[in-house]
Every structure is written in structure tokens, then in C-alpha cells.
């Protein structure tokens, strides 16, 4: 090789960066292959070497949702007229995304720990990897949903609110994805996040109206309420799927997305600020 093709090739010199920083969407775009690749291997092996498979991915809210519904029905925690089957289930499938998704999301730096000194990318593609692979499972269950939909069609009304499906997804996601960087980040430096995500998770599932509705709720709490992002994202698919009587909550959904595109940008700086200490302590 001679010396004038020896000095066209491009030298790359990688650097810790220092301060707070925002996502490098540009870096992310240049290692797009990788990402789809490691989503991709994260659907197939999720499930590998079950005697079900992909079942489980059926299997998991429906189950749930038969318990919910043989223990709460007759409560007469859902809006009047609304099967309890169909309203628990427009709730439960969000919910079992976020939580699969954020668990796995914050686990992840520590189940791949043994690559993060090998070799160099975004380290940013690993948690967001189980994000974006659980929406296999949320498609699955949305499956569940329209089949459930089908069978109770007489007992509502879609309407114009489906048109936000979309929109609440992207803010599903974003939310799944900023509370992931955070725990993420902080679980490979302290491993008690690993235990406590459990028990994180529980409280968010308490606290978030899957088998109740939120026209329960006095008026002037639910601002408050609003501040916590799921509170919109399952009432919204609620409305979203359900329409009529079931109204969109937007005192609920406004406040939620705010807070889930706060937690979104301070999970990525955080997460991007910690990145350099990774290696030393995987």
C-alpha cells in the first residue's frame, strides 16, 4: 500500500465526552444496522427454547386479564355499559408493554455487560433495544384486543378518538424509553436496581387505572394525577379503542406527555454523562 492511500483513509479517535449531552442522533443513524439487528435477535431469542414460543406472547394479558376480570367485574369499577373483559384489556395491554419493556430496558447494560469493553457503538442502542423489541408482544396483544372487540361490538362505538393510536404509542414508547435510561444507568453502577425495579414496577401497576377508571376520581386531583405519564397512556388507549362512552382524557394525557418527554431528554443526558464509567464497572 503506498503512502498516498495510507493517508486517504479516514482516522477515527474515539474520546469520553464530558459534560451533559443530548442524544447523537446522527451516531445512532450510522450504527442503524446494528440496532435492527440486535431487535430483531432480541424478538427471536426472547422466547427461544419454550415449549410455547410466541404463545406466551398471547398467553400473558389474557390470562391476566381473566383474573381481573373474575375478581372485579361485579366492583363496578369500569364505566357503565362497558364490558368488564373489554375495558380491563384496553388497559392491561399497554401496561404489560411498559412493564417488559422498562424491566428489560434496565437489566440490559448488565445482561450485555460483556461487550461493553470489546468494542465500540452507541452504547445508547442497548437499553433502548428492549423497547423497541417488546413491541412485537404489544402488537400481539392488540391482536387480542380487535378479536375481543369483534365479539363485544354491539356494546360500544369507535369513533374518531382511533385516530390518536399513533400518537399514544409514541408516547408509550418515549415514556418506556426515559424511565429506562434512567434505571438503566444507575443499575450497572448499583445493582440494588435490579432488585428494586420489581417493586418499582408493582407500585406503578397499583397506581395505574388498569382494572379502575378515572371518572372515579375527584376533579381536582386529577391534574396531579396526570403528572404520572401512564395515567394518560392507558386511559388514552382506553378511549382510543373503546370511543363512545369513554371520553379522551386530555387533563390526564397533556401533563403526562410533558413529564414523559422530561424524563425522555434527562434520561438521555444522564445516561450519555454516566456512559464513560460503564466499562469500568460492568
Same mark, same amino acid.
Given at each position: +500500500?503506498?503512502?498516498? %492511500?495510507?493517508? *486517504? &483513509?479516514?482516522? $477515527? $479517535?474515539?474520546?469520553?465526552k464530558k459534560g451533559w449531552q443530548i442524544i447523537n442522533f446522527r451516531e =445512532?443513524?450510522?450504527y442503524k444496522d446494528l440496532f435492527r439487528l +440486535?431487535?430483531? *435477535?432480541? &424478538?427471536?431469542?426472547? #422466547? !427461544?427454547? %419454550?415449549?410455547?414460543?410466541?404463545?406466551?406472547?398471547?398467553l400473558t394479558p389474557l390470562f391476566t386479564v381473566i383474573v381481573l376480570t373474575i375478581i372485579f367485574s361485579h366492583r363496578g369499577l369500569g364505566p357503565a355499559g362497558i364490558p368488564y373483559i373489554l375495558f380491563s384489556l384496553s388497559g392491561t395491554v399497554p401496561w404489560t #408493554?411498559?412493564?417488559q419493556a422498562v424491566t428489560n430496558s434496565t437489566n440490559s447494560l448488565i445482561t450485555q455487560s460483556s461487550i461493553l469493553t470489546k468494542v465500540y457503538f452507541p452504547r445508547l442502542i442497548i437499553p433502548l433495544t428492549p423497547i423497541f423489541a417488546k413491541l412485537s408482544d404489544f402488537a400481539i396483544g392488540m391482536g387480542i384486543m380487535l378479536l375481543v372487540m369483534i365479539i363485544y361490538r354491539n356494546d360500544f362505538s +369507535?369513533?374518531?378518538?382511533?385516530?390518536y393510536f399513533p400518537f399514544l404509542t409514541l408516547l408509550m414508547i418515549i415514556a418506556a424509553s426515559g424511565i429506562g435510561l434512567w434505571l438503566s444507568a444507575m443499575a450497572i453502577q448499583y445493582r440494588d436496581i435490579k432488585f428494586a425495579i420489581t417493586f418499582l414496577i408493582q407500585i406503578m401497576m397499583y397506581a395505574s387505572p388498569i382494572i379502575w377508571s378515572t371518572e372515579k376520581m375527584a376533579h381536582q386531583y386529577r391534574i396531579l394525577y396526570g403528572l404520572y405519564p401512564l395515567a394518560g397512556i392507558v386511559e388514552g388507549f382506553r378511549a382510543c379503542l373503546i370511543g363512545n362512552p369513554v371520553q379522551m382524557p386530555w387533563d390526564l394525557i397533556i401533563p403526562g406527555t410533558?413529564?414523559?418527554?422530561? =424524563?425522555?431528554?434527562?434520561?438521555?443526558? #444522564?445516561? !450519555?454523562?454516566?456512559? !464513560?464509567?460503564f466499562a469500568d464497572v460492568a
Open positions: +500500500m503506498s503512502i498516498e %492511500t495510507t493517508e *486517504r &483513509i479516514p482516522h $477515527v $479517535v474515539i474520546e469520553p =445512532l443513524r450510522d +440486535m431487535v430483531l *435477535r432480541d &424478538i427471536t431469542v426472547q #422466547y !427461544k427454547q %419454550t415449549a410455547l414460543g410466541f404463545a406466551w406472547a398471547i #408493554y411498559f412493564n +369507535m369513533n374518531v378518538n382511533i385516530l410533558l413529564v414523559s418527554l422530561l =424524563l425522555f431528554i434527562t434520561g438521555a443526558m #444522564y445516561f !450519555k454523562r454516566m456512559e !464513560k464509567v
